[in-house]
């Protein structure tokens, strides 16, 4: 998306880095990394004897870690849920004798989707 000067916005440029680091956080490189540092903590901690010190910083590392990670994977997952609901809405508009009052139905309160899908198998 850009703001009319070809440039991207900073709202993009911003969600195309959290895909990155999304897709880079859940490739088998970083679970084997994951795993490595993992096993290398306790193997230190061992010989350190888990000082109290060296479990705080697991702590806080983790802690921060799993923090941003959640923004990340919860932004990256709205966008991509995003795109697949105008897609299935372009499909509804564009199918001959399919309903359009399903088009944006995740926007309807839960008793109105229950009611279109009750409406949907009645019709079967």
């Known amino acids: 998306m850009t703001d009319g000067t070809g440039k991207l916005r900073p709202n993009s440029l911003l969600s195309a880095a959290a895909r990155v680091v999304v897709a880079a956080a859940g490739s088998t490189v970083a679970a084997c990394l994951a795993v490595l540092l993992v096993v290398s903590w306790v193997i230190i901690g061992a010989i350190d004897g ?7 910083v697991l702590h806080v590392v983790a802690s921060a870690v799993t923090f941003v990670m959640v923004f990340l994977i919860q932004h990256t997952n709205g966008v991509e849920t995003r795109a697949i609901l105008l897609k299935l809405d372009e499909l509804i508009r564009a199918t001959d004798g399919a309903r359009k009052e399903l088009i944006a139905a995740e926007h309807r309160p839960l008793h109105e989707q229950e009611r279109l899908d009750t409406t949907d198998q009645a019709g079967r």
Do not use: L, Y
């Not at 888990?50 to 705080?56: G, N």
């Open 50 to 56: 888990f000082d109290p010190h060296w479990v705080a």
